[in-house]
């Protein structure tokens, strides 16, 4: 056996098409909104070892990020850039419907040689189904519909004369073309709550959860996966964290400190009362920021959790803990993207490489 490393993980990263970054605090960021800062990043990215970019949709914010460029557009912007990385779009049911995503996916997978993937959102933000109009559906009700979305989705992408009669959508002898190249546009979800990840072991191909501890992250991978496996299902697992890799670690716990000393309080507590129709408002009362202190909030994803924060080879070790973990992909943020990504890429990445070759040579000096 080659000591080629087997299933490397994945590195992405958010692209900031939301301004304000990706802590709401008043420390320096070296990160702008703009077309041309992002066109910029995802060339670095691809670049330096990363494999995707995640967008966000935002249709409103009341707690500090003011503009927010649509995602699908902006991933295709990105796209047009670049050569290698895959962009993955944030689309959410309600707005979106599957018939208009379905055609607009496909026809960017054509533009971009099958480099855009999606990431289908549930929605949490009532304040923003309420300024555009969306209804609002209970916690568990948005993921059936999430679910409906999916299966429509890859139905249109899939199959000719498509019927579907579901609750939300519906599809009468549909066929519509192009489809998408192959291999199909990837499809992954966020949401960490139970209906969340029942969703992800019936339909989605990835899942996409808060930062967190190894421990914490595991309990949720053995879950969904012995699901996955009872409905003939796999699904793969992404992990957000927020990186501050620097020379020492006093250097990066300071970082970290002084985001936590300039987090802006009123933005805080605006983003800590709309994340109450998250996780905490499922039945089980589990999920996405059902636990998160205001500390954790300062991050909109719960990234400090994930503890990427230290020297290259204290985060390399983190991310392999990670990784035996269960998780596929590290999704990461950062305070000066450009700048934070080219030095990931070049200080962290190779030794994570480095670290899983040696994993595998020991597991086949073990054979
Ligand atoms: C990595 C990741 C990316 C997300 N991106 C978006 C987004 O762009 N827009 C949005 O409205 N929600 C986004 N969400 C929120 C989720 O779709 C979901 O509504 C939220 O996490 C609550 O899920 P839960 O109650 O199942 O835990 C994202 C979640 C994760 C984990």
């Known amino acids: 056996m080659s000591l080629q490393t087997t299933n490397p993980v994945k590195f992405a990263y958010w692209v900031p098409n939301v301004s304000g970054g990706l802590v709401i605090s008043d420390i320096e960021q070296r990160t702008s909104w703009d077309i041309d800062y992002n066109r910029k990043l995802a060339q670095i990215a691809e670049a330096n070892g990363f494999d995707y970019a995640l967008s966000q ?63 289908v959102v549930s929605g949490w933000f009532r304040g923003e189904f309420a300024a555009i109009g969306e209804h609002w559906l209970e916690h568990d009700e948005r993921y059936r519909r999430s679910e409906e979305f999916i299966r429509a989705l890859r139905g249109i992408w ?59 992250i595991k309990k ?47 933005a805080v507590q605006g983003f800590a009362d709309q994340v109450k129709n998250a996780g905490k408002a499922s039945p089980e009362g589990e999920g996405n920021w059902a636990k998160s202190s205001l500390e954790d909030l300062v991050q909109y994803n719960d990234g400090f959790r994930s503890n990427l924060i230290g020297t290259p080879v204290q985060i390399a070790k983190r991310i392999i803990a990670l990784k ?44």
Not at 106 to 119: E, F, P, Y
Not at 184 to 206: H, K, L, N, T, Y
Not at 354 to 366: I, Q
């Open 324 to 367: 035996e973990a269960g998780a596929d992909l590290i999704l990461l943020g950062f305070l000066h993207f450009q700048e934070e990504v080219q030095f990931f890429g070049k200080h962290v990445i190779p030794l994570v490489r480095e670290l899983e070759e040696e994993k595998l040579s020991t597991a086949v000096a073990a054979e």
């Open 158 to 216: 899939t199959e000719d004369n498509f019927t579907f009669h579901g609750d939300f959508y519906r599809f009468n002898n549909y066929t519509m073309k192009p489809k998408p190249v192959d291999p199909q546009p990837e499809i992954f979800q966020g949401g960490s709550s139970r209906a969340a990840r029942d969703m992800a072991a019936r339909v989605s191909d990835w899942y996409f959860t808060n930062g967190n501890t190894p421990e914490e």
């Open 57 to 119: 949709i935002r249709f409103t914010a009341g707690y500090g990020a003011e503009n927010q460029h649509e995602s699908v557009a902006f991933s295709h912007a990105l796209l047009a850039a670049t050569t290698k990385l895959k962009v993955i779009a944030a689309l959410l049911p309600g707005p979106w419907n599957p018939t208009l995503a379905a055609k607009q996916i496909a026809t960017i997978s054509h533009l971009t040689n099958g480099r855009v993937a999606i990431n």
């Open 220 to 266: 949720q991978v053995d879950d969904i996966r012995s699901k996955a496996a009872a409905n003939g299902h796999s699904v793969k697992v992404g992990v957000n964290a927020f990186a501050i890799a620097r020379e020492t670690e006093d250097e990066a716990r300071a970082v970290l400190d002084e985001i936590i000393a300039k987090a802006n309080p009123e």
